[in-house]
């Protein structure tokens, strides 16, 4: 199967054209910002598009290079160390570790949606599996690092809490509606054996890891090929973050993604609509913070993103099998992010 966060056979043998296609224009755009510096010639789109590029990959130029190292120390961890992590479904303890869960987790947003689907198959509650999904997408390691670096580590953390929060929050509403009978129960919940011990196994896959300096460039070489998923959407948010820069002023901007109600309707209408992974969309959510000055819509287009995402309903509904459980994903996500992009609006 080809995606965006795919890595078939096919992609193996084709030229990715999204990855290949956006890092030469970024690169083409951040060399012309220099020439033109250099030569002193004016060239008024190009010149406004490349003075962008160059601006936006030096504010997070150093975030991508940590992303990287982060995502190889996360890929050196056994995937199934990683699930068995989550818990009991339908407790507070198992949703609170399937949340952590999802930060923890460095995929972009549609990688998250196979893991999600892989949880569900293997007993997860949906509760947990949403809680998962929904903290996951932009709160890797990597696009943390990155958005620190475009809106400063406080407003970075603020975000990261806030959306542990609605996934929390989230798949509790899930697990009482299940509870309920409102809807159905995952049919491939199993109870995990009493003598199982998380910390112990973590213990011995720590024990057990070849540390050699061989093998710790291996893992750090493979990052670098995982990383690929996140430079090309980030490449691909960078040229779109641009475009917008250049074809709207600073007042369109502010009138169309500022903090007001026609600027959060607008806001969460784009996150629907615009189809890129959320390696994709934290540039653009950084230029909403800053130059909107909005960070209640930059909350919520990073978020709202997750909750109203077509691709992603789409997965769930097959992954479940039936609509319903996968309409309710944006029905109980979607009227928490507005009310909070709202209250952050309001008082910030």
Request: proline share 3%.
């Amino acid at each position: 199967m080809s995606s965006c966060c795919g890595q078939g056979q096919q992609s193996k043998r084709k030229v990715d054209v999204i990855f290949t296609g956006s890092l030469l224009l970024v690169t083409l755009f951040y060399v012309t910002h220099l020439v033109i510096e250099y030569a002193g010639v004016s060239l008024p789109f190009i010149q406004t598009f490349a003075l962008d590029v160059f601006t936006i990959m030096n504010s997070m130029w150093w975030g991508l290079a940590l992303g990287v190292v982060f995502v190889a120390l996360v890929g050196a961890v056994p995937k199934e160390l990683v699930m068995s992590a989550l818990g009991k479904g339908g407790t507070v303890k198992g949703l609170a570790r399937a949340t952590v869960a999802g930060v923890m987790l460095d995929l972009c947003s549609h990688g998250v949606l196979m893991v999600g689907a892989k949880l569900y198959k293997r007993g997860a509650s949906l509760g947990q599996v949403m809680a998962f999904l929904i903290a996951s997408p932009w709160n890797s390691f990597s696009l943390m690092l990155i958005l620190w670096a475009l809106i400063g580590w406080q407003w970075m953390l603020a975000f990261l809490l806030l959306s542990m929060v609605i996934a929390f929050v989230s798949g509790v509403v899930f697990d009482h509606l299940v509870q309920k009978g409102v809807l159905a129960s995952n049919p491939n919940t199993f109870d995990m054996p009493e003598d199982y011990h998380f910390k112990n196994e973590a213990l011995k896959a720590l024990k057990t890891a070849n540390k050699s300096p061989k093998n710790l460039l291996q893992i750090l070489k493979t990052g670098m090929g995982d990383a690929k998923v996140v430079i090309k959407w980030l490449m691909f948010g960078v040229l779109l973050a641009a475009a917008v820069r250049a074809v709207m002023d600073g007042e369109m901007f502010a009138t169309y993604f500022g903090a007001t109600l026609l600027g959060l309707a607008v806001t969460t209408l784009a996150a629907t609509v615009i189809e890129v992974c959320s390696e994709g969309s934290v540039p653009f959510a950084a230029d909403i913070f800053n130059k909107a000055e909005a960070k209640g819509n930059a909350f919520a287009f990073l978020m709202a993103g997750v909750s109203t995402d077509y691709t992603e309903i789409m997965v769930l509904r097959e992954t479940f099998g039936e609509w319903k459980r996968a309409l309710f994903l944006p029905l109980i996500t979607l009227p928490q992010i507005l009310v909070l992009a709202f209250a952050i609006n309001t008082l910030f």
